[in-house]
């Protein structure tokens, strides 16, 4: 295994490692609509979810059944860990859906089960994402221990660490579109690990699977699609027709699923449950919801106390500076960094501007502004730049800033990334006020007979070993 490829590993593992303790959500609607789907098409073999729908508002109905609202991709990709642990502790699967009783009530292989639900759906996706963007990063020129950092900055300095431990579909929306991203700069290269084919297939399968997951990925899916035809226009001919039609096939073959969930359920391939909502009258306004920009709304999800990123994460004030630097940054081997800075600027407005229009712009029970977490992903190659470029002075303000972020991600990672909208500042109560208490994830750890200390001690064991390997093997 060359030293990239093997340094990519370890980041990988570390990515999953570090979330792997905390505790998603158990019984609120977002996420019990996409359990309610999996477990309807596993033991039911429908798309209808009649038999737990009374427990949820976040539900869509077509004539006289119910069915989720979301876009089916998470519920989807959950099927192998219901199915496995199905198959294991059948009562414990059963134990899912009473969806009124606390998590720390439920039996340990209940809790186990619905932690390896989120683990490997965007818990997954948000680790190959940092894996995928620190490739990235070495294409583009950036030393390793930048494109390391940059990929750590996004995944564990952001909101998305929290997010990835929850089973909603912003991170593994986020982290497709950053995956698709990342091959996508790659098409073309020769490579060891992966041949230009196979990175146009996994790239095309990618942008499909992240619009199954939210339909608001689609056109952020489309500026990626149109990205990686401009780099096939620098292949021949026939080696760039070659790829765009793997990629195709592969799209076409990712979205699927999707088109005949919708049309099984809602009697079109192109109908999708929003359009059926039950409540929620404000999904009436504008288009699903949506319409303009509004600039307070704005305001409110970068720098308000209720939702602001900034608060949550410092380091992305930085982010501004890096775009400048990336933008002057010199080219290696082929187009500069122009069109892939221009492309992640464009992401950011995009799911900005589209949490300002949303009418349920807060998100509900939310800690930061959930529906722009797939934007954080593309934040990954101004932090680049910033690993890449600051020395002295400028350099320590950018390790404090990731230091104070790690710290708050973490923090809310192990406490809850759910909390009631009426909290004036979230990061302050319950998180912080409340971190060495019985709410922590690593306390609750005793409701099934684990020891708390046991299990803290071996996580930060092990993440400190990976992160050691991971600092030495990128050692400028």
Sequence with gaps: MSG??????????????????FLPEFGGANSSTRLMLTGALIDDGTTRIDRHADMTVDKAQAGAHFYSDKAPGMALLAIPAYTTGRALAPAAADALFRLTQPLDTLPAATMVIWRAIAWTTGGLLMALAGAALFRMGLRLGASPRAALMASLSVCLATPVLGWSVQFFGHVGAGGALAIAFALS???GRDGTWLSPGWRAALAGAALSLAVSIEYTAAPPAFMVALYALWRLTYLERDVALRL?????LAALGAAAPMLIYHWISFGSPFRVGYSSVVGFEGMQEGFLGLTAPDPVVLWHIIFGFRRGILWLSPLLVLVPWGIWIGLRAPAKGGPGQRVEMSLCIAMVLYYFLLNASYFYWGGGASVGPRHTMPAVF????????????LQGRARQLLQG???????????CAAMTMVVPGSMRFPLKDPIL?????GQNAFFRMANWGLSPALVFGTWLVVCGILAVLLARRTRS
Excluded at 378 to 389: G, T, V
Excluded at 433 to 437: D, G, H, R, S
């Design 378 to 389: 593309f934040m990954a190659l101004p932090l680049l730049w910033l690993w890449n470029s």
């Design 401 to 411: 800033l990731f230091a104070l972020s790690l710290f708050f991600s973490i923090a």
């Design 433 to 437: 006020e409340n971190l060495l208490t």
């Design 244 to 248: 765009l039609a793997l990629a195709l």
């Design 185 to 187: 700069t790659g098409l």
């Design 4 to 21: 990239a490829r093997l340094t990519a590993a370890l980041l990988f593992i570390l990515l999953m490692a570090v979330p792997l303790p």
